[in-house]
């Protein structure tokens, strides 16, 4: 199999090429990863792989549709995967223009080409296609703390920009699958966390805050509820909907972790305190700050996944205990991936793509 991944270099997009390209018995021939190269999107999440003769990188944009064909075209390509998109929710507030046209005309773009490619397939190639389009939770609004976890029929009710234009584009892949019979699927996902998290986002935002000696910022009361998902249990889940899912359907992918921020950022010092601890012996967690809460905060979010662990049989496998201490044990480890990506590209550039946030 050859796939195209936009957006490859970002969070999501980098874990799940590695998670490609390094597991055993792994059935591609070739992997071509086109990104845009904002701000979190950083070549050296791939650095590792850069010797393998099956791995291709192309410098573009998904809504240049001219580099995009020739990409499908040239290198033969079975597959798309769109991790590619703008989505950082405080980023949109103060810029909504850049999310809107990365997701919803950049997606089109994206879409256009792919379905003149899929048009020019020999029969038994044409059916094989798939084009998978990687989306969020936050398409579907918020919940109150007793309301039932989101499904994939919950009604679309985006409450911030960077929502709105996700939804936009889910409903854009939605529409080519059925007026043209594009072969689609879309997952919409929870809040990831892992390695490779762009630090702006809570998660890793905490910890090298923390360790740093600065303040470790909660909007708000900082009980507003997200279901954490573990990046590589991500990964797993959309490579069994690319290779088994039903064609137009929509599979949300969760962790099954529902915790409020506060917690999880309570959860980060204790497990500093213990492997890396303050000199002068406090914890970390005397650095909390709490800050103005984020326009329209949404509460609570919750993701039903009943329907990928009923078709495609798959399940998270770390906790959020686990998840959490490997994530934390990660950030420790490679400071110099930490030092590079805040000194210099995110002080170059303050608007871009990445992963979800809280």
Known sequence: MNFLVTGGCGFIGSN?????????????????????????????????????PRYVFSHGDIGDEALTARLLSEHAIDAVVNFAAESHVDRSIDSPEPF?????????RLLNAARRHWASLAPEKKAAFRFLHVSTDEVYGTLEPADPAFTE?????????YAASKAASD??????????????LTTNCSNNY???????????????????????PIYGDGQQ?????????????????????????????????????LEVVQRICSLLDAKSPRADGKSYATQITYVTDRP????????????????LGWQPRESFETGLAKTVDWYLANRSWCHDITTSRYQRQRLGSGGKTA
């Open 16 to 52: 799940f090429i590695r998670q490609r390209l390094t597991e055993q018995g792994s059935a591609l021939t070739r992997l071509v990863n086109l990104d845009k190269l904002t701000y979190a999107g950083n070549p050296a999440n791939l650095a590792d792989l850069a010797g393998d």
């Open 100 to 108: 809107f046209e990365t997701n919803v005309v950049g997606t089109l």
């Open 153 to 161: 029929k919950t009604p679309f009710a985006p409450n911030s920009p």
């Open 171 to 184: 409903h854009t892949v939605r529409s080519f699958q059925h007026t043209y019979k594009l072969p689609t």
């Open 194 to 216: 892992g390695p490779y998290h762009f630090p702006e986002k809570l998660i890793p935002l905490v910890i090298l805050n923390a360790i740093d000696g600065k303040p470790l």
């Open 225 to 261: 509820i997200r279901d954490w998902l573990y990046v590589e249990d991500h990964a797993r889940a959309i490579w069994e909907v690319l290779r088994r899912g039903r064609v137009g359907e929509t599979y949300n992918v969760g962790g099954l972790n529902e915790r409020p921020n």
């Open 296 to 311: 329209g905060h949404d509460r609570r979010y919750a993701i039903d996944c009943a329907k990928i662990q009923g078709e």
